[in-house]
Every structure is written in C-alpha cells, then in structure tokens.
T-cell receptor
Framework: KAGVTQTPRYLIKTRGQQVTLSCSPISGHRSVSWYQQTPGQGLQFLFEYFSETQRNKGNFPGRFSGRQFSNSRSEMNVSTLELGDSALYLC?????????????FGPGTRLTVL | AQSVTQLGSHVSVSEGALVLLRCNYSSSVPPYLFWYVQYPNQGLQLLLKYTTGATLVKGINGFEAEFKKSETSFHLTKPSAHMSDAAEYFCAVTAPHNDYKLSFGAGTTVTVRA
C-alpha cells in the first residue's frame, strides 16, 4: 500500500506570495492532519480534516487554511507569506479521527520564504 | 492541557550501548502515548504506541517503552545501539480532553559513536 505523499517536496517563495501544498493520504484513510516543523518551535499542529470537515485547529493565524476533498486528499494554503513561515510542513493520515489511531506521516514539503 | 517534556535535546551513545530517551507528560486523564523517529529529510515514522493494557510496549527496530502512570513517564529504550539508530526521536501524546490533537515533545537527537 502506498504511503502518504506530499507535493511538492521543496518550494521557494517570496514574502507576500501565497502557496498551496498538497497531501494524498494512504488509501482508505479519511483523516488528514497538518503540522509545521521548525527548529525553534518544533512540531506544531495546524489542523485536521475528516470527511471534508475541519475537526480541529491549532493556534495559527487565519493566513493558514486547508481543505479536504471527497477522495480524502487535502490541500493547505498559506497566504501573504512571511519569513517565519519557512518550515517543513508535514501531513499525516489515519483511518479515523481521534482515539489511538496511528498517524502516518508523509515526507513533508520544505518551504523557504525569501 | 497536556504537554510533553523530553529530557535532553542531544544524546550520544557508543555502538552497542544502551539507548535511553526520557519522556514525561502532563495530562489530567490517561493519555495515549507515542514515540516517532525522524531521519534526515524524511517524515516521522511510528516506533511504538501505548493505548491501554500492558505497560511495556515493544516497537520496531528493537525499541521498547514503558508507561509508568505514577511517574507520568514513557521512556524509550533499546538495549544495543546501532549506527542506523542515529536520528531524531519525538515523544507525543493525545488525550480525549484535548480532542485527540497530537502534542509533540521538542525531540531528542541521537548520535551513535563507532
């Protein structure tokens, strides 16, 4: 079974631009979560989608948004990019939402904001 | 609220020596606990998890962890380190009162000396 895939793997943008990242979960998984990883703040939860509905949201500004499609694929959008948005963005999928379900992570998208 | 503390941001061990990574959590209710490993330029891979039942949990690659409720700890061990164990390790916790959002510790980087 194919793992979680994320595209693109690397992105370079300039301040003020917007960016869209894509995540394809493991087949059959209906929950997709997004995390931001930086050296200073570590791994921080952004949001979770389940059956096309946002179930949970972390403490990030409204510039960060996401959505999930009927095939469970998810996209994350960041508008008006700031230098501090440079990070590794990780997507994880699980069978269901909540509980002890294991989250399986993709390789991440490395975003650099210049 | 729940949080995860990993003692020691860097651990250096000799090949063949014991690996011990410490994790303490704070949660007002019994949590679910996870250990993930991250190799350079990759996503996170689950090593093991504790949900309920047996408090000694065995994972992949020879790792195991013991849930100690009285000490609010979930330390990760491996009897004999291998060069391939060099990576960053993250302890994580979820709990129902936090809507099962996954909270990560700051991570511990393990280096293995030949």
């Amino acid at each position: 079974k194919a793992g979680v895939t994320q595209t693109p793997r690397y992105l370079i943008k300039t301040r003020g631009q917007q960016v869209t990242l894509s995540c394809s979960p493991i087949s059959g998984h209906r929950s997709v979560s997004w995390y931001q990883q930086t050296p200073g703040q570590g791994l921080q939860f952004l949001f979770e989608y389940f059956s096309e509905t946002q179930r949970n949201k972390g403490n990030f500004p409204g510039r960060f948004s996401g959505r999930q499609f009927s095939n469970s694929r998810s996209e994350m959008n960041v508008s008006t990019l700031e230098l501090g948005d440079s990070a590794l963005y990780l997507c994880a999928s699980s069978l269901a939402s909540g509980g002890a379900d294991t989250q399986y992570f993709g390789p991440g998208t490395r975003l650099t904001v210049l | 609220a729940q949080s995860v503390t990993q003692l020691g941001s860097h651990v250096s061990v000799s090949e063949g020596a014991l690996v011990l990574l410490r994790c303490n959590y704070s949660s007002s209710v019994p949590p679910y606990l996870f250990w993930y490993v991250q190799y350079p330029n990759q996503g996170l891979q689950l090593l093991l998890k504790y949900t309920t039942g047996a408090t000694l949990v065995k994972g992949i690659n020879g790792f195991e962890a013991e849930f100690k409720k009285s000490e609010t700890s979930f330390h990760l061990t491996k009897p004999s380190a291998h060069m391939s164990d060099a990576a960053e390790y993250f302890c994580a916790v979820t709990a129902p009162h936090n809507d099962y959002k996954l909270s990560f510790g700051a991570g511990t980087t393990v280096t293995v000396r030949a």
